[in-house]
Nanobody, 123 residues
Framework: QVTIVESGGGSVQPGESLKLSCEVS????????VGWYRQAPGKERELVAA????????NYTNSVKGRFTVSRDNAKRTAYLEMNDLKPEDSGVYFC????????????????WGQGTQVTVSS
């Protein structure tokens, strides 16, 4: 049974930073792309950032370019999302998952998903 555990969320003011972590139990994570997703209240889950298996290719949604950085440590089976200059519109529950590059970009990934970690940006 694969487990995905996101952590690092919190409540911050606009302009502050957070670093999220995503720990995956499956060794296969090392060979797969990883994606970070955000779900705001009443909205669909959307891709925020994606990273290929060895970190050679990155993809960011336009609203976070220049502010967010996705990275990974395959030895620890962990992915990270460093978020700087946070804005209220960045608020939501952040999830990560992994799979083939096309699957990560589409968000069409099989269960399980983790519980996510809540990010709230408010003054």
């Amino acid at each position: 049974q694969v487990t995905i555990v996101e952590s690092g969320g919190g409540s911050v003011q606009p302009g502050e930073s957070l670093k999220l972590s995503c720990e995956v139990s499956a060794l296969v994570f090392t060979y797969k792309a990883v994606g970070w997703y955000r779900q705001a209240p009443g909205k669909e889950r959307e891709l925020v950032a994606a990273l290929s298996n060895y970190g050679q290719t990155k993809n960011y949604t336009n609203s976070v370019k220049g502010r967010f950085t996705v990275s990974r440590d395959n030895a620890k089976r962990t992915a990270y999302l460093e978020m700087n200059d946070l804005k209220p519109e960045d608020s939501g529950v952040y999830f990560c998952n992994f799979g083939l590059w096309a699957e990560v970009l589409s968000g069409n990934l099989p269960d399980p998903w983790g519980q996510g970690t809540q990010v709230t940006v408010s003054s």
